[in-house]
T-cell receptor, first 114, second 112 residues
């Protein structure tokens, strides 16, 4: 039981390049989330999913796209990376609404855009 | 929009002293309030949470209090130890959903 696994752990991109971050969970959680963490700004929600085949925008969705083709995987894409997207990205998952067991976070991806 | 404010941003205490971190939230429909601890270079981990139908919850040296009328909730750590040093985040649910809004974090340093 690995919990929530994120790949890659580190990445350096050039401005304009694209990449996909993968999040995988083995807890059969319905909800999955992508957050970015910046110094002094806490964790901000980028996109989230309430189940397989569904996605929705969070607080800071611009410049990102997501997909959830399988219940266990949630992908975050950057089509044309910008320096402002330099951040640490965390994926998280949680069970069904109303259970409120809190999030299980992945170990994070440190992304630098130069 | 929905917002969670967290204070202080940094907190230094002597080992054995108590530490208190306070948060306020704006969404009156929020009903779930977790606290996360994040050690340097690691993922946030849930340490305690409270639901809106409860005013206080305690787990060993950690306690959380909630005042729904004032939209305040606080984390209390007693008998602090150096291993309590970390960044602590409060969060509030966005209304009656599982989505969370996080505070900006408090860096706690416990000096031996």
């Amino acid at each position: 039981n690995a919990g929530v696994t994120q790949t890659p752990k580190f990445r350096v991109l050039k401005t304009g390049q694209s990449m996909t971050l993968l999040c995988a969970q083995d807890m059969n959680h319905e909800y999955m989330y992508w957050y970015r963490q910046d110094p002094g700004m806490g964790l901000r929600l980028i996109h989230y999913s309430v189940g397989e085949g569904t996605t929705a925008k969070g607080e800071v969705p611009d410049g990102y796209n997501v997909s959830r083709l399988k219940k266990q995987n949630f992908l975050l894409g950057l089509e044309s990376a910008a320096p402002s997207q330099t951040s640490v990205y965390f994926c998280a998952s949680s069970p069904l609404t109303g259970t409120y067991y809190g999030y299980t976070f992945g170990s994070g991806t440190r992304l630098t855009v130069v | 929009g929905e917002n969670v404010e967290q204070h202080p941003s940094t907190l230094s205490v002597q080992e054995g002293d108590s530490a208190v971190i306070k948060c306020t939230y704006s969404d009156s429909a929020s009903n779930y309030f977790p606290w996360y601890k994040q050690e340097l270079g690691k993922r946030p981990q849930l340490i305690i949470d409270i639901r809106s139908n409860v005013g206080e919850k305690k787990d060993q040296r950690i306690a959380v209090t909630l005042n729904k009328t004032a939209k305040h909730f606080s984390l209390h750590i007693t008998e602090t130890q150096p291993e309590d040093s970390a960044v602590y985040f409060c969060a509030a649910s966005m209304g009656n959903t599982d989505k969370l809004i996080f505070g900006t974090g408090t860096r706690l340093q416990v000096f031996p």
